[in-house]
């Protein structure tokens, strides 16, 4: 069983190292060229790939984490929405597909915000962790549904969701580099990516859909 698990979590941090170098790259890139989204169909099917395979891990015997578990969970979340955020380009709503994925997020997110009321509750601190990642999810999830009423209400809403998404996969990439690769575990190490790179969104939203100054009439 052992040798099992090992050998999964070879291949786990293989397919992460993809993602994550990948997902450099996309970034780096000139946005919409060929080598662009080359890079991000290596980076989805590397994160996807390596959060899935952290799932059973996270289950078996001496190896169990409930936290890592919802992660990868929260990861192949933004990378499908992410992905899916695409095709609003043309279409006008959202489908069946959309709305289960945003919606399992959303019960997800709910669940984590409730681990971590129990667990600050019972003195146990990693649930800052729950609330801060469940407070995330929700928020994230809350505004596809608003999306999803009126993907047309603002300009490149559709371009911006895709940004958002992806960015948060590679955050999740980053960190799981520094937690597991740098074995760097402490609160800091869980949550400056996420800062940082909601900032770096924040910046790319604001590049892609500027406010327009309109010049009062004299």
């Given amino acids: 069983m052992e040798q099992t698990i090992t050998i999964l ?9 993809i993602g994550l170098i990948t997902g450099i790259g996309s970034i780096i890139v000139k946005k919409g060229s060929l080598l662009h989204r080359r890079l991000g169909k290596l980076f989805s099917m590397g994160m996807i790939g390596s959060s899935v395979i952290s799932m059973p891990i996270a289950m078996m015997p001496n190896h169990e984490n ?6 990868g969970l ?5 990378v499908l929405i992410g992905n899916r955020a695409l095709a609003f380009k043309i279409k006008t709503e959202a489908d069946v597909v959309d709305k289960v994925v945003s919606g ?14 129990y667990s600050l509750l019972h003195n146990n601190y990693t649930g800052i962790l729950y609330l801060f990642f469940g ?13 999803y009423r009126n993907p047309r209400r603002i300009k490149n809403a559709w371009l911006i969701s895709h940004i958002g998404k992806m960015i948060g996969a590679l955050i999740a990439s980053f960190t799981a580099f520094i937690i597991a690769g740098l074995s760097i575990g402490n609160l800091v190490a869980w949550t400056l990516p996420t800062i940082l790179g909601t900032l770096y969104i924040i910046y790319w939203k604001r590049k892609v859909n500027p406010k327009t100054l309109v010049k009062p009439k004299l």
């Fill in 9 to 17: 979590i070879y291949i786990h941090a293989f397919l992460g190292g």
């Fill in 66 to 71: 409930l936290f890592l578990l919802l992660i």
């Fill in 74 to 78: 929260f990861t192949i979340y933004l």
């Fill in 104 to 117: 399992s997020m959303l019960s997800f997110s709910l669940l984590m915000l409730g681990i971590g009321l």
């Fill in 135 to 147: 407070s995330f999810g929700l928020l994230l999830t809350v505004k596809d549904f608003q999306f």
